[in-house]
């Protein structure tokens, strides 16, 4: 599967954005899904993930209540809703896929198999 980030931009503290991630080339209800973060200077981490057949979100703790994961399978394309955005989630935004995660590698990094190219996000003080 081919994943594409967009929806990254500069925004003010207390702002909001919403990324899309359209796949394309494999079976998209069959995939889980998850955004990952890269800060300057900093690893990959865990935002947010969706397991296939799973309704039930799952988040990094920093930015529940703020961010909201969502996939539309008619679509193909998988969305992260960012409200209430602070400097610190300044970063490269990626999505991802896997057919095959499972539920304690969902925060690993390397357990997953696709990724997109990455939308940057820039939030101002």
């Known amino acids: 599967v081919q994943l594409q980030a967009s929806g990254g931009g500069l925004v003010q503290a ?6 899309s991630c359209a796949a394309s080339g494999g079976t998209f209800s069959g995939y889980s899904l998850g955004w990952f973060r890269q800060g ?3 690893e990959r981490e865990f935002v947010a993930a969706l397991r296939w057949g799973n309704s039930n979100p799952f988040y990094e703790d920093s930015v529940k209540g703020r961010f909201t994961i969502s996939r539309d399978n008619a679509k193909s394309t998988l969305y992260l809703q960012m409200n209430s955005l602070q400097p610190e989630d300044t970063a490269v935004y990626y999505c991802t896929a896997s057919r095959t995660i499972i539920l304690s590698s969902l925060r690993v990094p390397s357990s997953w198999n696709y990724w997109g190219q990455g939308t940057v996000v820039t939030v101002s003080s």
């Open 40 to 42: 300057t200077g900093k």
């Open 14 to 19: 207390g702002g909001s954005l919403r990324l």
